[in-house]
C-alpha cells in the first residue's frame, strides 16, 4: 500500500506570497491532520479534515487554511508568508475511527522556506 | 508552561548502550501516551503506545508512564547506529466530535555511535 504523499518536497518564496501544498493520504484513510515543524517549537497542530469537514484547528492565524476533497486528497494554504513561516510541513492521515491511538501515518513533508 | 516539555538533547551514546528518553507533561486531559521515530528527511513513525501507569516491552524498547508525575520514558536496550533519530513523544486527548488531538513534544535528538 502506498504511504502519504506530498508535493512539492521542497519550495521557495518569498515574503507576502502565498503557497499551496498538497497531500495525498493513504487509500481508505479518511482523516488528514496538518502539522508544522520548526527547530524552536517542534511540531505543532494545524487543523484536521475528516470528510472535507474541518474538524479540528490549532492556534495558528487565519492566513492558515486547509481543505479535503472527496477522495481525502487535501490541501493546506499559506497567504501572504511570513519570514516565521519557514518549516517542515507534514500531513498524516489515518483511518479516524474515533478511537485515541488513530496511528497517524506522516508524508515525508514539504521543506517551505520563506525569504 | 508548555503542556508538553521534552529535553531536545542532543544525546550521543555508544552503541549497546541503554538510552533513557523522558518528557513531562502538564495537561491531566491526556488519555494515550505515544513515542514516535524520525529519521533526518523523513515523517515521524509510531513506535510504541501505552494508556496505562506502567511499562509496555517491545523488544528493544520499553515505554514507561507514571500519570501521577505526568512523567513518560522510552528505554531502547542494546542501542544500535540504527537507532540514530529524532524521537518525539507525543499525548492524545479527546477533541469533541469523535476525534482525538495529538500534542507533541519537541524531540530529542539520539546519536548512537558505533
Known amino acids: 500500500k502506498a504511504g502519504v504523499t506530498q508535493t512539492p518536497r521542497y519550495l521557495i518564496k518569498t515574503r507576502g506570497q502565498q503557497v499551496t501544498l498538497s497531500c495525498s493520504p493513504i487509500?481508505?484513510?479518511?482523516?488528514v491532520s496538518w502539522y508544522q515543524q520548526t527547530p524552536g517549537q517542534g511540531l505543532q497542530f494545524l487543523f484536521e479534515?475528516?470528510?472535507?469537514?474541518?474538524?479540528n484547528k490549532g492556534n495558528f492565524p487565519g492566513r492558515f487554511s486547509g481543505r479535503q476533497f472527496s477522495n481525502s486528497r487535501s490541501e493546506m494554504n499559506v497567504s501572504t508568508l511570513e519570514l516565521g513561516d519557514s518549516a517542515l510541513y507534514l500531513c498524516?492521515?489515518?483511518?479516524?475511527?474515533?478511537?485515541?491511538?488513530?496511528?497517524?501515518?506522516f508524508g515525508p513533508g514539504t521543506r517551505l522556506t520563506v525569504l | 508552561q508548555k503542556e508538553v516539555e521534552q529535553d531536545p538533547g542532543p544525546l550521543s551514546v555508544p552503541e549497546g548502550a541503554i538510552v533513557s528518553l523522558n518528557c513531562t507533561y502538564s495537561?491531566?486531559?491526556?488519555?494515550?501516551f505515544m513515542w514516535y521515530r524520525q529519521y533526518s528527511r523523513k515523517g515521524p513513525e509510531l513506535l510504541m503506545y501505552?494508556?496505562?501507569?506502567g511499562n509496555k516491552e517491545d523488544g528493544r524498547f520499553t515505554a514507561q508512564v507514571d500519570k501521577s508525575s505526568k512523567y513518560i520514558s522510552l528505554f531502547i536496550r542494546d542501542s544500535q547506529p540504527s537507532d540514530s533519530a529524532t524521537y518525539l513523544c507525543?499525548?492524545?486527548?479527546?477533541?469533541?466530535?469523535?476525534?482525538?488531538?495529538?500534542?507533541f513534544g519537541k524531540g530529542t535528538k539520539l546519536s548512537v555511535i558505533p
Open positions: 501505552t494508556y496505562s501507569s
Open positions: 487509500s481508505g484513510h479518511r482523516s
Open positions: 507525543a499525548m492524545s486527548q479527546p477533541s469533541g466530535a469523535g476525534s482525538y488531538q495529538l500534542t
Open positions: 479534515y475528516f470528510s472535507e469537514t474541518q474538524r
Open positions: 498524516a492521515s489515518s483511518l479516524a475511527r474515533g478511537r485515541a491511538i488513530n496511528e497517524q501515518f
Open positions: 495537561n491531566s486531559a491526556f488519555q494515550y
